[in-house]
């Protein structure tokens, strides 16, 4: 199972394709300790699910000793507004048919194709205000939603002049809950997770990473798998970005 991760920032003085740059920003082995976490077990098929030393049973994930409903907690600390089908981003920009051809050629290839021995797992596109980057993210965004039914999508496109979306900490609620939607089989460990540990939202972005959305993809049976593609949009309109 791979999972990708599209995102943009502002200008660079290089420019490759229309004006635009692309570049791979990150490598991750195969086995990664620090990302996936050595000490994690999942059982696949089974009960239980152990992690950091603490084991859940992920069948009874609507119960937990605070009470809550993990579901409507994450939703609480969703941006709805981020998504790409937005009511409050209508009508987004995209590209014109037959324009950003090579552009959009070369994000899909590079999104769809599988291998282990692949070592770019994020793709970064910047280039100048102006240059079409929002309306690039978009228009593959969608063609991979309408074409390539085993490819799983979720999206986050910051906007500085909207408060539900111009922070950090929706980002991995966000993702999770869209995690969810395309895949449903991770809601089991997700839901778990937020009900034993009501208070993960308020801990490091890695850690929710780890836990809601990488530990979920990397515990799915064989037959579940699908390729899992992350986009973000606008990070120079994350307004802490740096935390």
């Not at 769809?112 to 309306?135: E, F, H, P, T, V």
Request: aromatic share 8%; proline share 5%.
């Amino acid at each position: 199972m791979q999972h990708r991760l599209v995102k943009h920032q502002p200008a660079s003085t290089t420019m490759d394709v229309y004006g635009l740059r692309m570049r791979p920003e990150m490598s991750m082995p195969r086995t990664s300790t620090h990302m996936f976490g050595g000490d994690n077990i999942g059982i696949l098929g089974g009960q239980f699910y152990q992690a950091q030393n603490v084991i859940h049973n992920h069948h009874n994930h609507n119960c937990s000793t605070q009470g809550i409903d993990p579901l409507l907690h994450l939703l609480e600390h969703v941006s709805s507004s981020a998504f790409h089908n937005s009511a409050d981003r209508y009508d987004p920009p995209r590209c014109h048919p037959n324009t950003r051809v090579e552009v959009l050629g070369k994000i899909r290839d590079w999104a769809i194709q599988y291998g282990q021995d692949r070592k770019s797992w994020i793709l970064w596109l910047n280039g100048a205000a102006g240059a079409g980057k929002s309306a690039i993210m978009q228009s593959i965004l969608e063609l991979l939603l309408l074409r390539y039914t085993f490819v799983a999508v979720a999206s986050f496109f910051f906007s500085r002049g909207d408060s539900t979306r111009n922070i950090i900490a929706p980002l991995i609620p966000t993702l999770a809950y869209q995690l969810i939607q395309e895949i449903p089989e991770t809601s089991e460990i997700i839901l778990s997770t937020i009900a034993h540990n009501p208070l993960i939202f308020e801990q490091s972005l890695e850690f929710q990473l780890q836990q809601l959305i990488i530990q979920p993809l990397i515990n799915l049976p064989f037959h579940m798998q699908k390729l899992f593609v992350v986009f973000i949009d606008g990070l120079d309109e994350c307004l802490n970005r740096d935390h």
